[in-house]
């Protein structure tokens, strides 16, 4: 699709409550842009529609669309790329089949997901659905490194209106658990390669066969390239001995992952855990329960489902669950835990608010407790640990007087795990993988078990000196401590080391940059923003993700609120609105009572940013006159505390883009720098003003009963604009 196709803006069109919010909040965004002369028009990257564009054969034309995602991800690498991406659902296979069985009973004749597939036909369709699981999305966009912030006026507003946090106390027995050996830590290896080559993966079994795992995986001049693997032997063990430690002390059992984002190797972890919680049952009933289509990596959830109508086996789970200590609860009202649904617990959301809370989890008795936190590999557990032993040592963090941890992460051309799906392997036989590069060369080797989790990844060398020498531009505007957060006794790390110091070198900046392990930088991070300071963590590309939500939910109380800038490599701007990881209890809480608590800051912060580019890009000078009035609309609704309640009956999402619109229209309506402006929005900012009470009356009066939207994962766009734009008059105002 050539880049003239495009409107000068993409808003994306994504999932769950950042959609529902969509619903509300673009069509004043296009209001205001057009009297700018800026276009603003959506692309469809949410679940369900990336479903739909991967199976046009099976469809009418009427319900065929375009593939919008693979189209955009042509145009970021164009100069002219400005997208405003929101959080989008990285699938589960639990959700990827909900999404599908939804479609399916909206006349949309998709083929089921299958399980294990058989046929040609079964193995296609697998195939085209396993490249809509996991993150399917972001490595695609992400063409260019991430730097992410908080706004100035965020920060500000979280230091004079600091958050609840929980007390930490010496004596907590909270405390994260990682595997000592055999994991992907322990065995990774890596290497370099100083031109460029095609590798093929092989298995070589014990009886002497080559089972080729991935041909053709090509790299460019001075990629890195990892490869590592898990023993399923030793996670087994690990887990075993963790459900008893967890008993013997007392404190809940929890199991954090990312089966989103790791979308191949997480879920068979997870199905590990699944296994190992119901070790006796699964014994006993194991064969009967495959019978039954029991898949451990969908979770507890998929599996009671499956085996409601089994008593003995019913009977076997309740006599296990009564045995074990207390879980970890994702909602203790529901009997809802840890283990349900892998997409349910997400380490970098989930972690981040029990530390928060002083390290206290709901347990079933839907009180809180102190929690042994699992974390198999030991990659970046020690980020949590060492973050855990801060709070007990020096008691919770103060968000009044708490300096600031920014983040530049090294993401572009899926670099890193995160671009590891279509290299990660369940071995099937005992024996050897090797990568063997078409010259022969024997790149990586190792010996394996059947059932091991044997992985590679890689990243390129354009992104990582990019990330680099974002880093830098990043220190020099800032002035602060800068940390690249490398452990030089980390294979990867070690690599990724030699490229960072010649170019610090050469820039003569190596003096204003340290080069810590994980660990020691986490804790030189919290030192540094106890004392109300600024620090720079640049990091790879999963501590990138999970630190942009470590400290910020410690800092602001939630990561929706980041300022998130992609630079893409080729000139072009990606602008991410926040995190989505409590998106589906406001979808529920609006189905229910039609309010939404979900908060749009994050998509006003991305809008200004997104407006500015445009402005230099295209020399656009009333886009800079819309994007400066957005920053003062994003102040007014932070200073005059306008943003949502979480409690039906009082103002939510659409009160909120109410005043949003109210303030950026008197903004516009009172600068001096384009008099057309002024004039054009002098009558509208009139009308929001004076028809307060008739707005805010109307979208009250919406709130406290059920909603039909038509849909979760694929709704009704009529009956979604109904209920999220309910106020007569502000629709009139912008006609």
């Not at 599996?303 to 008593?311: A, G, N, S, W, Y």
């Not at 990659?379 to 963090?397: C, H, R, W």
Request: hydrophobic share 40%.
């Amino acid at each position: 699709m050539a880049a003239d196709t495009f409107p000068d803006i993409v808003y994306t069109t994504v999932d769950e409550a950042p959609e529902l919010a969509s619903a509300s909040l673009l069509p004043i965004i296009q209001a205001f842009a057009k009297a700018a002369d800026v276009t603003v028009d959506t692309r469809d990257i949410s679940l369900a529609g990336r479903i739909i564009a991967t199976f046009p054969d099976y469809l009418t034309d009427a319900q065929k669309q375009t593939d919008d995602l693979a189209a955009l991800g042509e145009w970021v690498k164009t100069p002219e790329a400005n997208v405003i991406k929101l959080p989008n659902i990285s699938a589960s296979v639990p959700q990827l089949v909900a999404a599908v069985r939804e479609l399916q009973g909206q006349g949309y004749a998709l083929p089921d997901y299958p399980e294990e597939p058989k046929t040609d036909e079964e193995k296609d369709v697998r195939a085209r659905y396993d490249t809509i699981k996991g993150s399917a999305v972001n490595p695609v966009l992400r063409e260019g490194n991430s730097d992410r912030r908080a706004a100035k006026a965020v920060k500000a507003y979280a230091q004079s209106n600091p958050h609840r946090m929980g007390e930490w106390t010496a004596d907590s027995k909270t405390r994260v658990a990682s595997m000592d050996g055999d994991d992907f830590f322990s065995n990774e290896v890596s290497a370099t390669l100083p031109a460029a080559a095609t590798a093929k993966i092989v298995l070589e079994t014990a009886s002497g066969d080559e089972i080729v795992l991935k041909d053709g995986v090509s790299y460019p001049a001075g990629t890195v390239v990892d490869a590592t693997f898990m023993s399923a032997k030793a996670l087994d063990a690990f887990l075993e001995d963790e459900i008893a430690k967890t008993k013997d002390e007392g404190v809940l059992f929890s199991l954090h992952m990312k089966a989103t984002m790791m979308k191949v190797s997480d879920p068979i972890i997870f199905g590990h855990a699944v296994k190992a919680w119901l070790k006796p049952v699964f014994e006993q009933y194991g064969d009967k329960m495959k019978a039954l289509g029991v898949d451990p990596s969908s979770g507890m959830g998929d599996l009671l489902e499956r085996v409601k109508d089994e008593p003995e086996i019913m009977e076997a789970i309740e006599a296990c669950r009564d045995a074990r200590p207390p879980m970890y609860m994702v909602n203790s009202d529901k009997g809802i835990t840890n283990l349900h649904v892998p997409s349910d617990v997400i380490i970098d959301a989930s972690m981040p608010a029990l530390i928060r809370g002083g390290g206290k989890g709901w347990g079933p008795d839907n009180k809180e407790h102190d929690t042994n936190c699992v974390i198999p590999d030991n990659s970046y557990a020690p980020v949590y640990d060492e973050t855990i032993k801060f709070f007990k040592a020096n008691g919770k963090l103060n968000p009044a007087t708490a300096g600031t941890v920014q983040n530049i992460g090294l993401m572009a051309q899926k670099a890193e795990e995160y671009g590891s799906h279509p290299t990660t392997f369940e071995l099937p036989e005992a024996g050897t993988v090797k990568m063997v590069l078409d010259d022969g060369t024997v790149l990586h080797s190792h010996a394996v078990e059947a059932g091991d989790i044997w992985r590679s990844a890689s990243a390129r060398k354009a992104p990582i000196e990019d990330w680099v020498n974002l880093a830098i531009d990043r220190q020099k505007a800032e002035g602060c401590r800068a940390i690249f957060w490398l452990d030089e006794n980390r294979a990867h790390d070690a690599e990724l080391i030699k490229y960072v110091t010649p170019i610090l070198e050469a820039k003569g900046v190596a003096d204003k940059f340290e080069i810590m392990a994980p660990r020691e930088a986490t804790r030189a991070s919290f030192e540094t923003i106890t004392k109300g300071e600024t620090c720079i963590a640049i990091t790879g590309n999963v501590l990138r993700d999970y630190l942009t939500d470590l400290f910020p939910i410690l800092e602001l109380a939630t990561s929706a609120k980041m300022l998130s800038i992609v630079k893409l490599m080729q000139g072009g701007g990606l602008f991410e609105t926040g995190a989505g990881g409590s998106a589906p209890k406001h979808v529920q809480q609006l189905m229910e009572e039609n309010h939404l608590r979900w908060d749009s800051l994050g998509e006003f912060c991305a809008l200004g940013e997104s407006l500015k580019f445009l402005a230099d890009a295209k020399g656009n000078a009333k886009a800079k006159v819309l994007g400066d009035a957005v920053d003062k609309a994003t102040q007014g609704v932070l200073d005059d505390n306008r943003s949502p309640s979480r409690k039906v009956g009082e103002p939510d999402n659409r009160d909120s883009h109410y005043w949003f619109a109210r303030y950026w229209a008197v903004a516009l309506s009172e600068q001096t720098e384009d008099a057309e402006l002024a004039a054009h929005f002098k009558p509208i900012a009139e009308a929001l003003v004076s028809k307060e009470a008739e707005i805010t009356s109307e979208l009250a009066a919406a709130q406290g009963k059920p909603v039909d939207l038509g849909g979760y994962y694929h709704g009704d766009a009529e009956k979604t604009a109904s209920v999220m734009r309910p106020s007569a008059t502000l629709n009139a105002i912008f006609g």
